[in-house]
């Protein structure tokens, strides 16, 4: 066949077909009569914001038919938007969002008119903003609230109606500000207010029942501070699905809307609606309550330390495995590594060496090297997701720190591990789980975690977990007792924080509210925590964090190596070795919905005990940890044989507001060692 004969065959392009108002928007026809959609085609709406809702609003409007728009925004786009900003793509970053919004709607109807407002609303252009339109919706920032009262003020002299729809959560808050009900100023109460007790108001009023509380998932991502509070796209979405369907029975008359003082809330989440009437809207008494109650909470938020307001993210594969694998775990969350980069995909790794200070870093810092371990394994992980395979190995000790090579070696073969999705979820539960027991499935897939070179012993009997929770019962009253260790917990134990990036939150640490305040003032100085130990004892903190546990949980569980390994390289080695195991065998049970305490406090004063190392100058202690020893050797093994213990099972709740966060991640590099 010719060349001329196949191009011949070849299927014509096809010709783009003219644009038609009525073939567009024809299968809006049955839910609006014919004259409604030409009705729909008549009017203009006024969006401030091409946000977060501001951007559905409009193009949801737009696939309804409308015909003209005003829109307004100042800002560009940038990453953080893509979450929840129907503009918010790779090829719009650093485009204006009005600009964008604008294409988009026009591609649904090019004979769509829009006037634009590229430098938002302001007090020169509120009234040629709402010049023409038939409604206003309210796509504001929620910390805008000036000019927010001002168009509204503006609306309801003009008798336009207006609309705001507030994602909340996983849910829409509506209102409806008409003729026939309360103004915006009446209902919300800002006049007179300062600026936090503003937010409050607004905050109460555009979701008054509250029903996003009981789901959110971390607090302190409502950064008043900083103006920055959580949003999902799921609420943007139902913002704009709520509004439009209130927009078209207002434009068209179709049917009653009930203005404020109703508040509309459906919460997708919780698959609820409420409808709500507060007949003075924030001057209610029980709002007024709310409000002080939230304000109070605010503040508190507000006191507490803050991250800065620009954050690094990183720049390079890299920088991005190791942002990723920080989330690794370490003893007291010390985070004992700084990482040292090499090159493009290589890594030199230091791990500080603080056996020489630290009472829990027993055997020459053994606890150090298994959370090396763990490391390591979180960064094959995290590797794994770039299409990256790892290689390492140990480089020796020098200068008070190991050292440890990282090399990850591109492989389009890789495919991303499925633990790596439970790095940054997996924590340590220091509280009483449930008392079920383990399935044989749960437990064929722990111990296929750990290699041939390790043994793992379950002690899962009430008895068996009585008798170690009365052994680490014993090895916390050595702790508690002793200078050496009342340093460290003085050190890593952050009272102000929830989310502590560099020690262990006090609310984390399995103690009730009572004992909590009584240790934390035992805290201030060695003379109280010595006053307290000499007249109450340390049995109210030995039961909290010990025996109700221990008893509450699945099992115990020791990890051994099965070749005890003399100490030096060898034995650094299989420790490096163990600690990815350890890691891979916590997030198979953070997979699996298990929680896990680790209990290496009880391995340190046991070895002291068998080797008689005098741990610290309190005589006392260490007599109880030769005595610790011996019972210990009983239970577990000889001193040595067990590098790893903790407790595991099932949790009374999920979630883990409460817990230790880390470092940035630029923070946890160093400069190059010179060669």
């Known amino acids: 066949m010719s060349a001329e004969a196949e191009q011949a065959e070849e299927p014509e392009a096809p010709h783009p077909q003219p644009f038609s108002y009525d073939a567009a928007f024809d299968r809006n026809i049955g839910w609006f009569t014919d004259w409604e959609q ?30 003209a728009f005003s829109i307004a ?5 940038e990453t953080a938007n893509f ?19 604008e294409e988009m709607a026009r591609d649904i109807n090019p004979d769509v008119r829009i006037t634009r407002f590229d430098k938002g609303v302001d007090d020169t252009n509120i009234a040629s903003f709402l010049a023409g339109a038939d409604l206003f919706i309210d796509g504001f920032d929620f910390f805008v609230l000036n000019i927010r009262r001002k168009v509204f003020a503006r609306c309801a002299e003009l008798g ?18 008409t003729k026939e009900g309360m103004s915006f100023e009446d209902y919300f109460r800002f006049e007179g207010q300062p600026e936090l007790r503003q937010y409050v108001h607004f905050l109460l ?34 913002c704009a699905s709520v509004a439009a369907a209130a927009a078209v029975k207002l434009m ?9 003082p109703y508040h509309h809330h459906y919460d997708a989440y919780l698959g609820k609606a409420v409808v709500t009437k507060l007949r003075r809207g924030n001057a209610g008494l029980l709002q007024r309550i709310k409000a002080d109650k939230v304000q109070r909470v605010f503040e508190d938020m507000l006191s507490r330390p803050r991250p800065p307001e620009t954050v690094s993210y990183p720049a390079s594969v890299l920088h991005e495995i190791v942002d990723f694998a920080r989330w690794a775990p370490s003893g007291d969350n010390a985070q004992p590594w700084r990482f040292e980069v090499l ?35 979180t960064l094959r992980l995290s590797a794994t997701r770039f299409q990256r395979r790892m290689a390492w190995r140990y480089d020796g000790h020098s200068d008070g720190s190991h050292r440890l090579l990282v090399h990850f070696i591109p492989d389009e073969s890789v495919v991303p591990d499925s633990l790596s999705a439970y790095v940054p979820a997996r924590s340590v539960n220091r509280w009483p789980y449930r008392m079920a027991p383990l399935g044989a499935e749960e437990k064929t897939l722990l111990e296929g975690a750990l290699g041939p070179g390790l043994r793992l012993s379950w002690h899962e009997t009430l008895g068996a977990r009585w008798a170690i929770a009365r052994l680490n019962g014993r090895a916390s009253d050595i702790r508690l007792r002793i200078p050496e260790a009342y340093a460290i917990h003085q050190r890593i134990i952050d009272w102000r924080r929830d989310r502590s990036p560099t020690g262990i939150p006090a609310r984390a640490i399995g103690l009730d509210a009572m004992t909590l305040r009584i240790m934390k003032w035992a805290m201030r100085d060695w003379g109280n925590a010595r006053t307290l130990n000499r007249f109450a004892g340390t049995g109210a903190a030995v039961l909290q964090m010990d025996y109700l546990p221990g008893l509450c949980s699945a099992a115990y569980f020791t990890v051994s190596l099965a070749d005890q390994a003399n100490m030096g390289e ?3 080695q299989a420790l490096l070795d163990a600690g990815q195991s350890v890691q891979r065998f916590w997030l198979i049970a953070t997979k699996l919905g298990l929680a896990m305490q680790p209990c290496l406090a009880t391995l340190a004063f046991a070895h002291y005990g068998a080797s008689g190392v005098p741990f610290t100058t309190d005589q006392n202690a260490r007599k109880a940890a030769a005595k610790l020893a011996s019972t210990a050797a009983k239970l577990i093994g000889p001193d040595g044989s067990v590098i790893f213990m903790g407790r595991i099972g099932w949790p009374r709740a999920q979630g883990n507001l409460v817990r230790s966060t880390r470092r940035p991640f630029e923070q946890l590099f160093r400069a190059a060692t010179p060669t």
């Open 38 to 67: 030409q009705s729909l085609r008549a009017k203009r709406v006024a969006i401030a914001g091409m946000g977060g809702v501001g951007g559905f609003h409009l193009l949801t409007l737009a696939r309804l038919g409308v015909g």
């Open 83 to 101: 979450n929840r900003q129907i503009g918010a793509t790779v090829t719009t970053l650093g485009r204006p969002k009005a600009e964008v919004l």
């Open 252 to 260: 068209l008359k179709r049917g009653k809307v009930l203005p404020a």
């Open 73 to 77: 925004d100042l800002d560009h786009f």
């Open 343 to 377: 090159g493009n995909d290589a890594l030199a790794v230091h791990i500080a060496d603080e056996s020489a200070h630290n009472v829990y870093e027993y055997r020459g810092g053994e606890p150090t090297l298994i959370s090396a371990g763990i490391l390591l394994e």
């Open 570 to 572: 060898k034995r650094t």
């Open 160 to 177: 336009v109606p207006a609309l705001t729809a507030a994602p909340v959560g996983m849910g829409v808050g509506l209102l409806a500000f």
């Open 205 to 238: 009023g555009v979701a008054p029942r509250g029903l996003h509380r009981s789901y959110l998932a971390d607090p302190s991502r409502l950064d008043f501070g900083n103006r920055k509070a959580p949003s999902t796209v799921i609420g943007c979405e139902l």
